[in-house]
Structure formats: C-alpha cells, structure tokens
C-alpha cells in the first residue's frame, strides 16, 4: 500500500509539472498555430538558472521566481525567432526544435553535464497511508493548481484572455477587431516560458535535472497537450497526469527502463485516437 | 453632389471629392508579382451606401482588406475621416467563443463594450448570448458579424459578400437592417456583392472592379440600366 500511495503522489506532482508543460504547448498553439518545441527547454533553464541562484545566495522562493521571469523573456526571444517574421508554421516548427538543440549547447556550456538538483520546500518529508512523501511534492502541487486555476480565470473570464483565444480561433477576424495578433502570440511564448520555467524550477530539487533534459521533457508535456489536441488546458493536464501516473507506476512495478517507453506508445495511442476523433468529426 | 452618369474610367479629380468619408487615390495592391489593384480611385461620402461589384478574383475583397488595414498597399494613398468596421467574407466568426464574447470583441479598439444596443438591433441574439459563434445558422452569423463590427461605433462599415450562402428571406432581413442602419444612424455602408442585382437594388452608388481596376461608376440605377453592366452581372438584356 505505501509503495503505491508513494508512486500515486509522485506520479501526480511528475504529472502536474508535465501539465505546466503542457499547458504551455496549448497556450503557444492556441494563439500562433506553432507547436513549440523548446518548451522542454524552458524547464532546464527554469532548473539550471533556480540552482545558480540559490548558489548566488539568493533565497529560494526569490530564486524560483527570479527564473522563471528569466526564462519568460527567453520565451520572448524564442517568440520573436520564431513568429515576427512572416514564416510558415512549419519552419516555425523546425525553428523550435532548432531552438532547443541551441538551448542544449548553452546550458552544457554554462553549467556543465552533471545532473544539477538543490533542496526543495524545507521541512520534514511526511507521512502518507504510509508512503513517506517529499514536501516538495505539496509546493508541486499547490502551485501548479493556482496556476492551473489563474489560467482557467485568464482565458475564461477576462476580456484579455478573450482576446488571445480570438487570435487562435480566427487570427484573420482577430486582426478585423484590431488584436495585434502578433503580440499576442509573443505574449504567449512570455506566459509558456514562464510555466516551463516554473516547471522545471519546481522539477529539479525531486528529480536532478540535466543540459539535455529537455527532450523527454517536450515529448511528455507534448504527449499531454496533444491529448486536448493541443488546444484544451485542461486535457491538458488530464493528460499530464495520465502520462505521470503511467511512467510512475511502471518504474516502480515493473522497471524504470520501460517508463518512457511506455509513456510513449500510450502517446500513440493518443494520437491513433485524435485522428479518428478527427476523421469523424470531419464526417459529420 | 451632382453625380455623373456612368463614366468610364474616371479621372481621379472626378472620383475623389475633399468631402468623402473614406477615399484610395490610385491605389495598388500586389501579391508577390500578381497585380491584385491597380490604381483604384474610389470614394464613399458621409451616410451614402455605396456598392461595389464584379467578377471573382476582381480584386474586390482585397479593396476591403487593404482599407481595413490588413493589407499594406504598394502605391496610392487611403483618407478615412471616420472609423471603419469591416464586416468580412463568410462571417468569420470566432466559433469557441460566445456570441456575446464576439460581439464584446468587436470594441477591442476601445469604446463600450456593452452588447445591450446590438440586442436592441437584432433581438434574437439575445436569446443566444450564451450559445458558442460556431453553432449558430449562417443568417444569425451574419448578425453577429455584423453586430461585431457595429460595436466598434463605425461611420463606415465595409461589407463583404454579405448575401453568401443565405437563403434569400434571410438575406432580405439582414438587408432591411442595414438599410436601417443607414438612413437612421447614418453609418455609411460600402457593400460588396456577387449579387448585383441586390446590391445596384439598395445603393445609391456603385463601381465595377474588374481586373484590378475601376472599370465604371455611376449612379446604381443607371448602371442597372447600363448594358454592359446589365450582360455581365445581371444576366441578360437591359430590360428583360
């Protein structure tokens, strides 16, 4: 029971931080059509830059809000590369994978190849159904869902939130309504820098993290968002959670070697799934 | 203003008065090496509706996009003295959001934001303020659309193709509203129609585009009655 209790928390704090991920795939789609990449990246540089921080002598807290501030105004840079000139959605596309073997290089030259991690929430672990959990998990967790829930106000109530779904519904009649569409989608590429920041900022002290973490971490937080066909927040951490729970659950009782393996044919799965989920809703 | 007769290819001191609400001077418009406006002078004065017909790929949609700023032109010049609100081709809605959402949208550029007048026009979205854009029947899309653009408070609205894929009753409505719209809160309507015969039927003005340019204008009676216009956009002979 307590190995179990311990692989449930674990794999819905890895799935939560997969769904930040994820969440930031769905809102740089949503607003510019790009599937982004370098989305992994941005929690490496959330990870990295939180550590060299603290290393600094910076508090914690301050140090994890400090990086992901900084990793926004990455995403900026990576928004600008990649939407202000007139280029078509698929060299966008190769632009981000461009964009994340570049990120690999820097951060291997800047921090090294060794795993990086640093203490998370100070405290005692505790105690649950007899699992001992890490109280990182808890910061995890309550963070990820004020996040969750700020999105759901952002897009869900508020004029602005509006105005960047009017962007990836219509960018033409968006533009007729006077939406620089444009902005929005760097502005986008700014709030999916952010949750990757704080993605791998909140990642890092549970799970050391490395330059070239970020390919697992884009193919899982992909894997989630495409779940909501990549422009559903909220399947998207349905999603996130799902590919959480299932590398959890086959680490611990099968064996870690076949964790990604398995998340990625459930990915397949996935998409075998949305494609007839389109096909159909093509048909009617 | 004492309008001409139907001219052919107008000067651009006859076409151009300095009391138009919305005028282009020799206007061009390119896509990479194709020529889709070429030197297109036209004008639409304060309250008048104003038509503007011809053949597919005339260039037509692309005058509305460029007036409306989506388009940059290569050459010419455009004055608009008001604000125009652009009513495009196929409603172009935005169908996750609420039609309430689309019509709040349409005041982006500032203004109020409240729908209550557009209700007051089209009654029959307020029943559907909740409903999502994209389920909605072709004719109460068009109301959206157009209650959209009217939520920007426009002097000018530029209609494209506003009778595309509605059956006529419907069309007839949305027609007697604007009008409406136009002989009581005086908004100007420049209105692009396949529909000629519609189109010559409710303006006062109207111009042929065709190739890219202004082939003729004139008032729209006499060019209902014009033969050439009658042979090629109103199917057969002037009197029939």
């Known amino acids: 029971m307590s190995a179990f209790t311990e692989y449930l928390i674990t794999g819905v704090a890895r799935g939560l931080v997969f769904a930040l991920l994820a969440t930031g795939f769905v809102l740089i789609y949503r607003v510019t059509r790009v599937v982004n990449f370098a989305q992994g990246a941005f929690a490496v540089f959330g990870g990295l830059l939180t550590f060299s921080l603290l290393r600094a002598g910076i508090p914690q807290g301050v140090s994890e809000v400090l990086a992901a501030l900084a990793v926004a105004v990455i995403g900026l840079i990576f928004g600008v590369i990649t939407i202000a000139g007139k280029i078509p959605l698929l060299s966008s596309l190769i632009i981000t994978i461009g964009l994340a073997m570049l990120s690999e290089a820097i951060a291997m030259l800047a921090w090294g190849s060794i795993p990086i991690s640093y203490s998370g929430l100070a405290g005692h672990d505790f105690v649950i159904l007899g699992a001992v959990v890490q109280r990182q998990y808890l910061l995890v967790l309550v963070v990820s869902l004020v996040l969750f829930g700020s999105m759901a106000l952002l897009f869900g109530r508020t004029y602005f939130g509006k105005a960047m779904t009017a962007c990836a519904s219509n960018a033409y009649a968006a533009k007729l309504s006077g939406i620089n569409v444009k902005r929005m989608g760097l502005l986008a590429f700014i709030l999916g820098g952010a949750l990757g920041g704080i993605g791998g900022a909140l990642l890092t002290p549970v799970e050391p993290m490395t330059y070239n973490a970020d390919v697992s971490l884009s193919i899982l937080g992909f894997a989630a968002a495409i779940v909501g066909g990549l422009t559903s927040p909220g399947l998207a951490v349905a999603g996130g959670l799902v590919f959480g729970l299932t590398e959890q659950f086959v680490s611990g009782y099968w064996s870690p070697s076949y964790d990604t393996a398995v998340a990625l044919a459930l990915l397949i799965v996935v998409l075998l799934w949305q494609a007839r989920r389109m096909r159909l809703e093509g048909l009617e | ?240």
């Open chain 2, 1 to 240: 203003m004492k309008l001409p007769a139907v001219t052919d290819v107008p000067s651009r001191e006859e076409v151009v008065p300095d009391g138009a609400l919305l005028a282009t001077y020799d206007l061009v418009v390119r896509y990479s090496s194709a020529v889709a406006l070429d030197g297109v002078s036209m004008h639409v004065g304060r309250g008048e509706m104003v038509a503007l017909i011809g053949p597919n790929g005339a260039g037509k949609s692309t005058l509305l996009n460029t007036l409306s700023g989506i388009r940059r032109p290569a050459a010419g010049r455009i004055v608009c003295r008001g604000k125009l609100a652009h009513v495009p081709e196929g409603r172009q809605l935005f169908p996750e959001l609420t039609v309430e959402d689309n019509l709040r949208l349409g005041a982006y550029r500032g203004g109020s934001r409240d729908p209550d007048p557009i209700y007051e026009l089209f009654p029959q979205l307020h029943g559907l303020r909740k409903r999502r854009a994209g389920g909605l029947s072709g004719g109460e899309q068009q109301m959206v659309s157009i209650g959209r653009a009217l939520m920007a408070n426009p002097d000018i609205m530029a209609v494209d193709e506003l009778s595309q894929g509605l059956a006529p009753i419907v069309v007839s409505d949305i027609i007697r509203h604007l009008v409406a719209l136009n002989e009581e809160k005086g908004i100007a309507v420049l209105l692009v129609e396949q529909n000629a015969r519609l189109a010559l039927g409710i303006t006062s003005r109207a111009y042929v585009l065709e190739n890219g340019r202004v082939s003729k204008e004139g008032r729209s009676e006499d060019l209902a009655r014009d033969p050439a216009v009658h042979k090629a956009y109103l199917g057969g002979q002037v009197g029939q």
